[in-house]
């Protein structure tokens, strides 16, 4: 979300809810999909060659890929589409960023016509299209940074939510589509009332003696704030770990790899990963601390 976004809706959130309730009726099941790893590619305008993460990026010299077993949220996001005509990030309006002056890689995802998928938004879109092609869409459920849920089982059953002064109402409609046309509408709804700090609803904290792992976040939460996801991960028997970083940003934008020069990453694009009491250097956010790491729950 955008700056005065963000705080519209920390102000139409934060102080109240009224509910009217939808009807409840069970979520049928996401029909199958043509590519159901990457539904997505089916709504956009135009093909473009593109390649999986895993074989664009291979890991550094002496490092081996952590394990990612099948149907896992990291081997979804070892197969994400990196586009091979471009590392220019393009905005919501198709307009050229250059923060980051140049991205290692896009990912073949889109971003809608509005300003909406920005940094956290990023990262939940990526669970949640990991949940849909699981076939888990009918128990997603996202928080906005008031705390109160939605569910895409409820917006499929008909429920309306709209921001009203200061708080939020329910209300019962038609029920909607269950397709992922339908899921990609209620994830900009997620967006919407979304950010940085509602993150802190949806993951846990990664305990400081653990690894890290593909999925992982490091979040700088607040009004503007900051996240990024680890969308791979590889090991070095020496004990080090190194990770390719994704993020968006604001204005809504592609998602992108992040690229940096050593010693914080290797071969331009594998960051060094922090020990327990380190930091995370990336070049478009202030370091984030180790202690800034979360993992999504039911990864």
């Known amino acids: 979300m955008s700056f005065a976004g963000l705080a519209r809706?920390?102000?139409?959130?934060?102080?109240?809810?009224?509910?009217?309730?939808?009807?409840?009726?069970?979520?049928?099941?996401?029909?199958?999909?043509a590519d159901p790893a990457h539904p997505w590619l089916s709504t956009l305008s135009a093909e473009v060659p593109h390649v999986p993460l895993a074989t664009h990026f291979r890991p550094p010299a002496g490092f081996v890929p952590e394990p990612a077993p099948a149907g896992s949220f990291a081997r979804f996001l070892r197969t994400l589409p990196v586009r091979q005509d471009r590392r220019t990030v393009l905005d919501f309006r198709g307009e050229p960023l250059f923060r980051p002056a140049a991205a290692a890689a896009v990912i073949y995802l889109d971003v809608g016509d509005r300003d909406l998928q920005q940094c956290a938004d990023t990262a939940l879109r990526l669970f949640a299209e990991w949940r849909w092609q699981?076939?888990?869409?009918?128990?997603?459920?996202?928080?906005?940074?008031?705390?109160?849920?939605?569910?895409?089982?409820?917006?499929?059953?008909?429920?309306?939510?709209?921001?009203?002064?200061?708080?939020?109402t329910r209300r019962a409609g038609a029920r909607r589509a269950a397709d992922h046309r339908s899921h990609r509408a209620w994830l900009d709804l997620v967006f919407r009332y979304a950010g940085t700090r509602s993150l802190a609803f949806d993951t846990d904290a990664v305990p400081k003696g653990a690894p890290l792992a593909a999925g992982d976040l490091f979040v700088d939460p607040g009004s503007p704030g900051h996240a990024v996801i680890l969308l791979d991960v590889a090991r070095h028997p020496d004990g080090r770990s190194a990770a390719l970083v994704g993020q968006g940003f604001m204005p809504a934008q592609d998602l992108h790899v992040l690229g940096a020069d050593a010693p914080v990453a290797l071969d331009g694009v594998w960051f060094i990963l922090p020990g327990p009491d380190g930091e995370l250097s990336t070049p478009a956010w202030r370091p984030f601390p180790r202690a800034s790491a979360r993992r999504f729950r039911g990864t």
């Open 134 to 168: 699981a076939g888990l869409a009918g128990r997603s459920a996202f928080h906005f940074t008031s705390g109160d849920v939605t569910r895409f089982s409820d917006w499929v059953n008909g429920e309306r939510i709209t921001a009203a002064g200061r708080g939020i």
């Open 9 to 33: 809706a920390a102000r139409a959130l934060v102080l109240g809810v009224a509910v009217c309730p939808a009807p409840a009726a069970a979520l049928p099941p996401a029909p199958p999909s």
